[in-house]
């Protein structure tokens, strides 16, 4: 195939408009792009130039694990992206290929084992006991979102992190900054810088210790040599901010469980189909807006007869191989008795989402509690009024408006 055949059947770059998504929609131009092609060519509303993008489960895999589409090489491309402002910390996890990615992941791995994330169950399950104790006694209506699914979340990441209580609020309130794309890139990079110095502060405090929470262990890598400084602190933010995803997801799938109340009911009729179902609300919701971070092609790649060029950037769909027909029947169906359910919404390959057991452990929690001490749990206003968040990268309710 020479290069001018290449060139001329190659797609047209399509424009990904940031769109305002309310509720659990799917968007309509990844729906369209999926129906396209497996893999096709994208410009997102800021950044530079187009990208690959791929949505078949197979090649989203292949991609995510194949050494030759770095992410480190991200940091040297100034790629079409979602986000207004792209504020990349260099030696920073999510932007480091192997073996240096593996190293820094496996500074922190013991926290994120099963083992780890139960050390936090007991103490999670009482948080959230008090939480649902002042929800009741406060009675309703209430925000669910303000009351249980934003300050459950934060306890438990911080609790794991180990930041300390008198704290929590100040690292939410950065977090909510970097989140943000509609705040502006200057904003955004003072929330990081502030929330970096205070994670440096805390590591350099636990040096040598031999606790078992997040920042305990970066403090024993960091005094033992293995990880540097700035590698540590770039990992504990973007750990901090990734626990509190949860606010987000828990949030669209009370949602969805308040807007189809025969789910819910079945829930609660067969509790032990609950973490089966949970895996399936994971693999429904659409989590984020667009896609995530890219990757490089070192080398020329053919992906289904496409040749990526070296230099090419590519973006994986997640929310688009959690919906491929081929892989799950019919896809756009809720299937609580889906199995096996092999979805990818915590990512695939060496970046892998490491809160992924954190993550489902709080859903079950939150799960049990609030359909089993709150048996009448629905929604207080129409499903159209329940407002979701404008100019968020990652998508959930801004607030649940809830009786019972």
């Excluded at 078949?56 to 589409?69: E, H, I, L, M, S």
């Excluded at 922190?108 to 939480?131: H, I, N, P, Q």
């Excluded at 933010?237 to 789910?263: C, D, K």
């Excluded at 799960?367 to 129409?382: F, I, S």
Aim: charged letters at 25%; aromatic letters at 6%.
């Amino acid at each position: 195939m020479t290069e001018e055949t290449i060139a001329e059947t190659l797609p047209p770059i399509r424009h990904w408009p940031a769109l305002e998504l309310s509720g659990v929609d799917f968007d309509p131009v990844l729906t369209e792009l999926m129906s396209e092609s497996p893999i096709t060519r994208i410009q997102l509303p800021n950044g530079e130039g187009w990208a690959w993008l791929v949505t078949r489960y197979a090649d989203v895999r292949a991609v995510a694990n194949d050494p030759r589409f770095s992410r480190e090489a991200v940091m040297d491309h100034p790629v079409t992206r979602l986000a207004p402002h792209f504020i990349p910390t260099r030696g920073a996890v999510g932007f480091l290929d192997p073996p240096d990615h593996t190293r820094l992941r496996r500074s922190v791995a013991a926290a994120f084992t099963a083992k780890g994330v139960e050390r936090v169950r007991e103490k999670s399950r009482r948080v959230l006991d008090e939480l649902v104790d002042e929800l009741v006694q406060d009675g309703p209506p209430a925000d669910l979102t303000e009351t249980v699914l934003s300050p459950f979340p934060i306890a438990v990441i911080s609790e794991l992190m180990g930041v300390p209580t008198a704290d929590r609020h100040s690292v939410h309130g950065w977090t909510q900054l970097i989140l943000s794309s509609s705040q502006g890139a200057k904003v955004s990079e003072r929330a990081k810088e502030e929330m970096g110095s205070y994670f440096a502060g805390l590591i350099g405090l636990r040096a040598g210790s031999a606790g078992e929470d997040v920042t305990s262990l970066l403090g024993a890598a960091v005094g033992s040599g293995e990880v540097a400084l700035d590698e540590a602190v770039g990992l504990a933010v973007l750990l901090q901010i990734g626990g509190e995803a949860v606010t987000n997801n828990s949030g669209q799938m009370f949602y969805i469980l308040l807007t189809r109340p025969n789910l819910a009911e079945r829930l609660r009729a067969e509790p032990e189909l609950r973490p089966q179902a949970i895996d399936e609300l994971l693999r429904y919701i659409p989590h984020r807006n667009a896609v995530g971070l890219s990757r490089i092609a070192t080398e020329d790649v053919a992906i289904r007869g496409v040749r990526i060029r070296a230099g090419d950037a590519v973006y994986v769909s997640y929310l688009a191989a959690n919906r491929d027909p081929e892989v799950f029947a019919y896809p756009e169906t809720i299937d609580f008795s889906r199995s096996p359910n092999p979805h990818v919404a915590f990512g695939f390959g060496p970046h892998y989402c490491p809160g992924g057991m954190l993550a489902r452990l709080e859903s079950e929690l939150l799960v049990d509690v609030l359909l089993d001490r709150l048996p009448g749990l629905k929604l207080a206003v129409p499903s159209q009024k329940v407002p979701f968040r404008k100019g968020a990268l990652i998508r959930g309710p801004e607030a649940l408006p809830v009786t019972w």
